[in-house]
């Protein structure tokens, strides 16, 4: 059926998170991704968990599962000849070529984008890397922690006597991927218009330190100087209230209230019009309200206990408070809102069945919705891609297949 | 030069705070022409400052302005403009008269785009929901991002910032593993990175879309439905598993030495994180084959990971003396992945940044010289730059009303006269 994206063809060559969370966007909102793995071994995500049932199985990686729906998967051996040959035949028939290697092995494969260009003028071909196909760090090694820490947000996260502390998971690597096929759709619209196609160069270090959140912290010191930059301040910024993760009776909150604008908003959720005018806590006198932060604790506290979080949250977004539920990863399967919205959706996979996922990160209200497809198995649409694309019969796969180029 | 990918596609930016603005940044420095309205009637949430007119008797310093210094023009020297607003053309419009909607609606007829991020409510009450864009341009594409979407249980719920942590289950995972839940940072703030990346992405989907079809769209994008993919592995754990994550703090599930280690100096901190034997031998080597490595302990993956606290002690007082940069160039010499905890200084001064013209220095009108972040891209073939630095209030309404839609000298005269448009906020604006 007709999705947003019907019609433009990606040869997919990347791994592991960030590569491949760019060509899912573009899967899921219906191109054609065609992921291209080593015979045999597949795409290292493969290797990584969480496990369907803890089995660590190439086929039940949920990492892979949840990167890699709605892809068509082949498989091809570039560090041969015959391999570079099919794929320089397969690159013709695209539109976007997207691959995360390290940036010396594009060229040392033979399949630059000098080299590809030349067989498909219009190719805009994305290159995702750790930190960019140039300068002084280009050969570095980085895992997720690397990328992370060499940004303007490692610094503040975690405690002041304590270790910065990284994200969890690979959020650098999702963002970069996310950045990735920003660049690659601009890439693409305007290869559309003229023609002729380009060579997309994204970093993950850059990602991180550009707009919009990287770029306000570099201004933010740019501007004002040493005394802007936040140093990790702990679960609490001491005089900045309410502004901070509380428990009530069943559960946590987290309030972000501590704009001016928003006090006579907490003065009336609580029931205490007279907070407005104390003086313990007024905007005008910074220093008393710096040293009153404990008092208000000592207000805002027992009032919560004696509420469930559900009352909390739709008492305080009643008086236009920013308070929302702390969620663990249960709470959102349950709640309300995503369930009501449609977010999450049910995969059927040949190896580990049906299993709940996320969902479309947006909807488009003119298109259809489909069912998601399943990632790949490994080599599963060789048949489909290399028959139907490239006309190769049934004697050829099996001849690939022996000498192991597929 | 080469024309950009986007140019010819005109975007409409109603954005505030991060996640507008940084979404049509983004579609800006691709190419694309963005038109950011504002109203000298109305101060903005987080963007232009807290206040229009910051200046009060006896303060010296105002941080968040170029400088410590609000000046004459406060509005045009606040750092999340700077940050945030580049490659836009910026006009003044008053949206809340119905004859500043009569000159809206000509900008609409002409353009692809419109993305806002007001709370939920603020445009239909204006009268400018996608209703009335699409009744002015029947394939008008219309943005409109949320904290939590703009249908549903909690359409129109309040959320700044860490609040979409909070419903993504991020916040539960954010912590050294074992702390208490209170033990929590709000900052720093990560979502609008996504929201505003996604927000940028789905109008190019609709723009595709639109080109072979003919059709608009209005998307109701929730920032946190934007990030939510993010945490895919995390959610799979429990639709797979039924188990909850919990926080594993600088630790991996298998990789070991992995981790935060202190550096000579002050709040210096270098992450160091190894995934095979090969790059174990290789950290061994560049720590000069200390004799605590050689213990049969350290040897395999199973060991240095059941080991670790151990490991993470030797390493630490190994880091300990050493200057961060020079652990992290040694290492990475050797093979190794490890990587300075870098501060925004830092990240101005580095090398490889700096090699790779990252930052654009450039002089402002308003705030003199100033050293912007750059691309997150590079084009081979069109590259892409600062065209266009941040706008002053109301700085292109002569360009844009005159130039693009065509009004004569005297008819922008009569709309300032009217106080429809201007270049610097009313005087009632606090």
């Keep these: 059926m007709e999705q947003a994206l019907t019609g433009i063809k990606v040869l997919d060559l990347s791994h592991y998170i960030a590569g491949p969370y760019c060509t899912k966007l573009l899967a899921d909102y219906g191109a054609e991704v065609i992921k291209v793995e080593r015979p045999g071994v597949g795409d290292g995500a493969r290797r990584l968990g969480p496990f369907y049932r803890d089995d660590p199985h190439m086929e039940k990686s949920g990492l892979f599962l949840h990167l890699n729906t709605n892809k068509k998967g082949i498989t091809l051996d570039l560090e041969v000849g015959s391999g570079i040959k099919i794929f320089k035949e397969l690159v013709r028939e695209v539109e976007i070529l997207v691959e995360n290697f390290e940036p010396r092995v594009m060229g040392e494969l033979g399949l630059s984008y000098e080299v590809l260009e030349k067989i498909n003028p219009r190719l805009v071909m994305t290159s995702i890397s750790n930190f960019g196909q140039s300068g002084p760090y280009r050969d570095y090694k980085a895992t997720e922690i690397v990328s992370f820490a060499m940004s303007p947000h490692m610094y503040s996260e975690g405690e002041p006597d304590r270790e910065p502390l990284k994200f969890p998971g690979y959020k650098a690597q999702y963002l970069a991927g996310t950045y990735g096929v920003v660049a690659t759709m601009g890439a693409f619209l305007g290869s559309q218009v003229s023609g002729v196609g380009q060579h997309v160069d994204v970093s993950i270090m850059e990602c991180l330190s550009s707009l919009p959140e990287g770029a306000t912290v570099l201004i933010n010191y740019a501007f004002s100087g040493e005394g802007a930059v936040i140093r990790r301040t702990g679960y609490r910024r001491e005089g900045v209230y309410p502004w901070a993760v509380y428990p009530c009776q069943d559960g946590y909150i987290f309030i972000f209230a501590m704009l001016p604008m928003m006090w006579p908003r907490v003065a009336r959720w609580l029931g205490m019009p007279a907070l407005v005018d104390d003086p313990r806590f007024a905007f005008a006198d910074p220093k008393a309200r710096g040293e009153h932060h404990s008092d208000f604790d000592a207000i805002l506290l027992p009032w919560l206990l004696e509420r469930t979080r559900e009352e909390v949250v739709k008492s305080a977004q009643a008086e236009r408070i920013p308070l929302t539920p702390v969620y663990t990863i249960d709470d959102v399967l349950e709640d309300a809102q995503f369930n009501a919205r449609g977010f999450f959706t049910e995969v059927e996979h040949p190896v580990v069945g049906r299993v709940t996922y996320p969902g479309l990160p947006f909807k488009l209200p003119e298109v259809p919705t489909v069912p998601h497809q399943p990632a790949p198995l490994l080599g599963q649409h060789n048949q489909e891609i290399y028959g139907g694309w490239l006309g190769y019969n049934q004697d050829d796969l099996v001849r690939l297949r022996e000498r192991g180029i597929i | 030069m080469s024309k950009l990918p986007l140019e010819g596609i005109r975007v409409i930016d109603h954005g505030v705070a991060y996640t507008g603005p940084g979404a049509t940044s983004m579609l800006g420095d691709m190419g694309a022409e963005v038109i950011r309205v504002e109203s000298i009637r109305r101060f903005p949430t987080m963007v232009r400052g807290m206040v229009a007119r910051p200046v009060r008797e006896g303060v010296e310093k105002y941080p968040g302005y170029a400088d410590n210094d609000p000046g004459s023009r406060p509005w045009d ?45 603020v445009m239909d009450k204006l009268g400018i929901g996608y209703a009335f864009h699409k009744g002015v341009k029947p394939d008008i594409i219309m943005i409109s991002t949320s904290g939590l979407g703009d249908e549903g249980p909690y359409k129109g719920y309040s959320t700044f910032g860490s609040n979409i942590d909070s419903v993504t289950g991020m916040m539960s995972l954010r912590g050294y593993p074992g702390d208490d839940m209170m033990i929590r940072n709000p900052m720093p703030v990560w979502s609008d990175n996504v929201a505003a990346a996604t927000a940028a992405f789905a109008a190019m989907v609709s723009i595709y879309y639109r080109n072979r079809t003919g059709k608009g769209q209005f998307v109701d994008l929730s920032q946190v439905e934007s990030f939510l993919p993010h945490m895919g592995e995390s959610i799979m754990e429990y639709t797979m598993n039924g188990r909850v994550p919990l926080p594993m703090g600088n630790r991996d599930s298998s990789m070991a030495p992995h981790g935060c280690y202190p550096c000579r100096g002050e709040d210096k901190w270098v992450v160091i994180a190894v995934s095979s034997d090969k790059e174990w031998q290789a950290l061994c080597r560049a720590m000069g084959e200390p004799k605590w490595a050689k213990g049969k302990k350290f040897t395999t993956v199973s060991g240095r990971w059941h080991n670790q606290d151990e490991l993470d002690g030797h390493i630490s007082r190994w880091t300990k003396v050493r200057d961060n940069y020079e652990v992290m160039h040694l290492l990475q010499k050797e093979g190794v992945p490890a990587g300075v905890v870098t501060t925004p200084i830092e990240l101005y001064e580095d090398f490889h940044l700096k090699e790779r013209n990252f930052f654009v220095e450039a002089t402002h009108r308003e705030i003199g010289t100033c050293v912007y972040p750059g691309m997150f891209f590079k084009f081979s073939r069109t590259p892409a730059r600062i065209r266009i630095l941040p706008n002053l209030l109301g700085e292109h309404n002569d360009y844009v009303y005159g130039e693009i839609l065509g009004m004569s000298r005297e008819e922008i005269a009569q709309l300032e006269e009217e106080k429809l448009i201007g270049d610097a906020y009313l005087p009632e604006v606090p």
């Design chain 2, 77 to 121: 020297r606040w750092w999340q403009h700077h940050a945030l607003n580049r490659n836009k053309y910026g006009i003044t419009l008053d949206l809340s008269r119905p004859k500043g909607v009569e000159i809206y609606k000509k900008l609409v007829k002409i353009s692809d785009v419109v993305i806002e991020n007001f709370s939920q409510g």
